[in-house]
Every structure is written in C-alpha cells, then in structure tokens.
DNA sequence: GGCCGCCTGTTACATTCTCTCACAATTCGT
DNA sequence: ACGAATTGTGAGAGAATGTAACAGGCGGCC
C-alpha cells in the first residue's frame, strides 16, 4: 500500500528549482521496472514469508496483496492490503517480518532490494522517493488503526468499504470489488468472518450497501450515510 | 515514536564504502538539534493540533508525548507514544493531519520543517535517515496495529506493558513507568479506562506484575507468562 | 450429464466479553 | 487539610463471538 507512483513528478518541495538527472540507462524507477521480472501468483500463493531472506522489493501489477502477520496461537492479522502500484518488502532489513499472500490471482514484478537500496545511497532523488512511499503506507497504517481501534463492528465495516471506495473506486462511481475473502477482511478489521457478512447484511438490510453474486460486488447506495457510520 | 537515532552510524548499506563528507556547519541533524530552541510543555498541553499548519518537526527531550487523532464523535484514539529521541512531525504535508500532546510534563525541541526537508533534497545520506526512521515507526505502528487488532483486553494490556517494557525497560530490569494516564492507555488500546483498569488488577492477581503507589509503576514479574497472555 | 465433496458465505442461538453507569477509594495540587 | 482529579470496583445491559446448521458455487470423477 505504498502509493509509489513512479511516473510522480511532483517533488518533496515542488517549489525547488532541483532536478536530478536520470543517469544514461536503468535508472529510474520506471526503467528499473520495466526489466524487472513479473511472477504470477495464484489465489493464497505467498510471495514471501516471515523469516524469508528478502532479497527483493515488489510492486504489485495486478490483483491484491495481503499484508500480514501470523500470531504465536495461529491467528492472522492483516496489516494491509496491497493494490497494483503499490511496492511491498520495503523498510525491512536482513529479513522479512511480516508475510505476503496473494488474495486472488494476481501479478508482482521483482526488484532487487539491494541494487534499490544502494542506489538510494548516491540519489537524494531516489531516497526521497523511498521516504514518501514510505509515509503514504504509514498515513494508511494509522488510518487503519484508527478503523480496527473503533469498536463496532458497523463502523469498522464501514470504515473498510469507504477507504476500498476511495482507493480503486474513482472510475466507476459507486461500485467497489471485494477480491478477498470474508475471511480476509476479518482478519484486518480484527472480526470473525460471521461478523463480517452479519455486518454487511445489516448494512443492506438499511440500504446503504447492496452486495451481488456471491458477494464480491458491492454497491455503495448511501455513502453520506456510509460516512457516517464509519465516523468520518 | 520514529526512533531517530541521530547518532548512530550504520548506514543503510553498512558494507558500502561511500561515506557522506557532511558540510561545514549546522548540516547534521545533531548540529542543527544543538541549535533548535526546547519547548517545555505542561501535562496535556499540546505541541500541534490537527489542521494547523506543519511548520516544525519536533524531536522529544523529556517526557512522553501522544499522537492521536480525534475522531467526529469526540472520541480520541491515539496512535502513538512518542519516547526522547523520537522524531514527530515528519510525513505530513502542508498541515499536521494529527495532534500531539503531551501525557506528561515534557519538552521538545523544534526544528524547521522547510529546512530540514529541502536539505534532504541534496544529501541522499539525509534523505535515507528520514527514510530508515519513517520504516521504524511503520514498524512500530504495525506492531500497535497488531496489538489493538487482538481481541482480548488481557492480550491489548499485556503488549502493551511489553512493548513499554522492550522500549524503556533495558536499564532497571523489570520496571516500567506509566508516564500517562488510564484514559491515554484506554484510547491507545481502544479499550476504557474501567477495562484496562480491571485488566490491570487482573494480572495482579494473577502475579503477572505489582502495581505500584498511584499505579504509575509497574513491576513485570513473570515476563515470560506475560509474553504468552500477549501472544507473543 | 449427474453425482459428490470441498470451500465459501449466510443465518440462528447460547455464551462470553466489554461497555455503561453507578459509586467508593486513592492520589495530587493548592 | 480540603477539594478536584484520577483510579478502582461492582451490577446490569448490550454487542460480538463461538458453535452449529444450512445454502450456493465449483471442480473432480464416474
């Protein structure tokens, strides 16, 4: 959930007259990644886990990522899901702490983590970047944690479905696509999958959602209302 | 809570030979810190608001200050402890989108904002540092994320006195100081203050740990059954 | 094609936990 | 020493969970 848009222009301080030129070949990000190897992943495939070596950086190209961490009794919590454009495996260190798993079919390109890094070392430009990316993900742990740490169930639901609306749900107006599973939800909002689908029925039942075929779909009727729910 | 470590010397590569020759004067973050003026602030006194304008990045000197955000029902729910030697402030934009206060009497000491970041501009080896500090408190605020994520209160309370304890607690052993009040640790928790309370005398009882005079200070006796009620 | 098992999602009911509201006990500041 | 603020404790209400049963979709298999 990094938000690394690569193609950004905008710098930290856009008033700055500074502009780092791009050295010949493979530089950029944008270059970087367009050499990068894609894997493919399918539903539940992790891309890493916890103790892994992390020897690459990912961003997401296609479909959703969770983010999360396995607890000692076997409870999993989701820190975060990742959507395409979002880098995944930045911050650690030796090794990774946290694992990531594919929710449904979807497509990572691999980067080095050690070239990135070192090259972050000589580019003001390029840790900047990093450095960005890395405050857009902690604004969106801390929102999370503001929707986990609110008590109902109504609001935490709400919560979630607004910040999906928000993020993938500029283009076609009111219709956000769960690709995860109820259980998937529930273990980032810190519910029970029953929960979970009692809320979002409660939620059609006052016709501020509808939800549709298996429950994959789902339609914001009421966002005002959704809003409000959620405390926002 | 950013951990920044102005002092500390691993760079991001340890085994990269380039070294950053720091400028003159007043380029480090230590020489520029030496300089900035100290703010000292009362209990519950605030060092920004939500809104207000982002002007200064603020490293704690003494004492503990909390981030947090309030939500629309006046309820507030914290995000942070900031400890000395953490960096607050940093990652927003043109205006402080969370509030910091202070649990307890505390200074700070003020550092422009422009300034730091446009330096940032043109040393990579700056530019990393806030990088690295920014992934440290995405860590701990994963962490807290975790924490609140859990269901039970007995496993919100007993994390928390471990994280408390990790973070404080090397010197003196098993002591922990509760530098804040039932109310900061009941909106830290997303739990009241009567639940961490009762909580509290639960673990009591359960000679987890003695609760001192006040209950500022608290001693963990059996760190290890702790560590089990926390799930950890 | 039809049967079967597996997985996911939904719903109902009993249980357990926290919250709310009440008030007592303690600490701190003046 | 007194009053204000904070903390501790108890009883009842409310909400979420756990358990269980059931419906629907999907793929394998005969």
């Known amino acids: 959930m990094l938000g690394f848009q690569t193609s950004e222009t905008h710098s930290f301080r856009p008033q700055s007259s500074r502009i780092s030129i791009s050295p010949p070949t493979g530089s950029t990000l944008d270059e970087r990644m367009a050499y990068a190897s894609v894997r493919k992943l399918e539903s539940k495939e992790h891309v890493f886990c916890e103790g892994d070596p992390r020897l690459h950086v990912f961003r997401v190209e296609e479909g959703v990522i969770a983010i999360y961490k396995t607890l000692c009794d076997g409870r999993r919590r989701i820190i975060d899901f990742a959507y395409p454009g979002d880098l995944i495996g930045l911050g650690a260190l030796e090794e990774h702490i946290l694992s990531a798993q594919a929710t449904c079919t979807s497509k990572v390109r691999c980067l080095s983590a050690s070239a990135l890094e070192a090259f972050a070392e000589t580019d003001?430009?390029?840790?900047?970047?990093?450095?960005?990316?890395?405050?857009?993900?902690?604004?969106?742990?801390?929102?999370?944690?503001?929707?986990?740490?609110?008590?109902?169930?109504?609001?935490?639901?709400a919560s979630f479905l607004l910040a999906l609306h928000r993020r993938s749900g500029d283009a076609d107006g009111s219709t956000v696509t769960l690709a995860m599973r109820r259980s998937d939800i529930a273990d980032l909002l810190g519910l029970t999958i029953e929960t979970v689908?009692?809320?979002?029925?409660?939620?059609?039942?006052?016709?501020?959602?509808?939800v549709e075929q298996g429950g994959t779909t789902v339609t914001l009727c009421d966002v005002a209302r959704l809003a409000d729910l959620a405390n926002e």
Chains 1, 2 share one sequence.
């Open 124 to 157: 003001a430009n390029l840790a900047l970047k990093l450095y960005k990316s890395v405050c857009q993900e902690l604004a969106a742990t801390r929102s999370l944690l503001v929707t986990v740490g609110q008590r109902s169930a109504v609001e935490r639901v």
């Open 197 to 210: 689908s009692r809320t979002l029925t409660k939620l059609r039942t006052m016709n501020v959602i509808e």
